[in-house]
């Protein structure tokens, strides 16, 4: 319920408009454009995580990792696994959303790097707290892959693979 309401006040209370973008090529260029900023919690964790491997106390450099490590590993990972899943699906949504709506992807962007923070302090706090984050991620993603199906199959079925 968090994430509904915190993009439609992002939406309505936020005063910026997205450029006209009258193409579907320049659609998906504002989307590449977008999501590299989606990309700062990951870097940050790869960040972090070398950090924390350079300072364990871990003699084999290829052997066990400490908690600690593991935890910004993981984090990496995920976040990767989700960036890829959530990109392709705000490039899709980018060729099915209409001009006065196209504000959405780049709110879209702010929400993914905020919850991925969230889940990432969620997680070094504790693994029961982690849910919140998980899910402010994982809803919109899951929104955006039911409107881009629905979009698909249809709205516009005959232009699927045109």
Not at 7 to 13: E, L, Q, R, S, T
Not at 81 to 108: C, D, G, R, S, W
Request: aromatic fraction near 16%.
């Amino acid at each position: 319920l968090f994430c509904p309401c915190l993009v439609y006040g992002a939406y309505v209370f936020l005063p910026f408009d997205a450029p006209l973008l009258p193409t579907i090529g320049a659609r998906l260029v504002y989307t590449l454009r977008c999501a590299a900023f989606a990309t700062v919690p990951i870097v940050l964790g790869m960040i972090v995580s070398g950090i924390s491997r350079l300072c364990s106390s871990a003699l084999e450099p290829f052997g066990e990792l400490q908690q600690e490590v593991e935890l910004h590993r993981t984090y990496v990972s995920q976040s990767i696994h989700l960036f890829i899943l959530y990109f392709f699906n705000m490039a899709v949504l980018a060729t099915y959303l209409p001009q006065e709506v196209l504000k959405l992807i780049p709110l879209l962007t702010g929400l993914f790097a905020i919850s991925r923070l969230i889940y990432w302090l969620s997680y070094a706090v504790g693994r029961s707290f982690r849910a919140f984050g998980f899910s402010m991620t994982f809803v919109p993603l899951l929104a955006m892959l039911l409107w881009n199906l629905y979009s698909m199959f249809i709205l516009e079925p005959e232009n699927l693979l045109a």
